[in-house]
């Protein structure tokens, strides 16, 4: 099934994102793109190049990881939320091939406060489950994304 047959909806990110998995500012990245599903779930239609293998004709298994941490994080940030990935667990459970169609999902499970637990899949062509994970994510606040940790900043007064 197309992305057009599923009515997905381009997911856009800024184009100076410098991000490994999705920034199209970065020129040796993944340049994941991704869509909303109309149940709330992001989904992701790449072919990732042969230059991310391990072993000849399957993907590295960090880059798998970064798929799947990729999925969830765009999914916490549908609901207008920056997070940064706590905990992450994932099952390997068949070799992800390279330069072949993928579908990569995510989507959130619940939510408590500044916490999010999501997971996400990785599938081939046939629907075939090729790796799962499950994340904690934690909401970055505001102050800490625009000025950095509090303990980096000046004291308030004082010049630097």
């Given at each position: 099934?197309?992305?057009?047959?599923?009515?997905?909806?381009?997911?856009?990110?800024?184009?100076?994102?410098?991000?490994?998995?999705?920034?199209?500012?970065?020129?040796?990245?993944?340049?994941?793109?991704?869509?909303?599903?109309?149940?709330?779930s992001?989904?992701?239609?790449?072919?990732?190049?042969?230059?991310?293998?391990?072993?000849?004709?399957?993907?590295?298994?960090g880059?798998?990881?970064?798929?799947?941490?990729?999925?969830?994080?765009?999914?916490?940030r549908?609901?207008?939320?920056?997070?940064?990935?706590?905990?992450?667990?994932?099952?390997?459970?068949?070799?992800?091939?390279?330069?072949?169609?993928?579908?990569?999902?995510?989507?959130?499970?619940?939510?408590?406060?500044?916490?999010?637990?999501?997971?996400?899949?990785?599938?081939?062509?046939?629907?075939?489950?090729?790796?799962?994970?499950?994340?904690?994510?934690?909401?970055?606040?505001?102050?800490?994304?625009?000025?950095?940790?509090?303990?980096?900043?000046?004291?308030?007064?004082?010049?630097?």
């Open positions: 099934m197309t992305r057009h047959e599923e009515h997905l909806t381009p997911f856009a990110h800024a184009a100076s994102n410098r991000c490994f998995g999705c920034g199209p500012a970065n020129p040796t990245g993944l340049h994941l793109e991704f869509f909303l599903a109309p149940d709330g992001v989904v992701s239609l790449p072919v990732v190049a042969d230059t991310f293998e391990g072993h000849p004709g399957y993907l590295h298994g880059i798998i990881a970064t798929l799947l941490d990729e999925a969830m994080s765009k999914a916490v549908t609901t207008g939320r920056r997070s940064m990935t706590r905990k992450m667990e994932i099952e390997y459970l068949r070799p992800v091939p390279s330069g072949a169609p993928l579908r990569i999902e995510g989507r959130i499970l619940r939510a408590e406060e500044r916490k999010v637990w999501v997971e996400a899949r990785i599938l081939n062509a046939e629907d075939k489950l090729l790796a799962h994970a499950k994340g904690l994510f934690i909401e970055v606040p505001t102050e800490s994304r625009k000025h950095g940790r509090p303990e980096d900043r000046p004291a308030a007064g004082n010049a630097t």
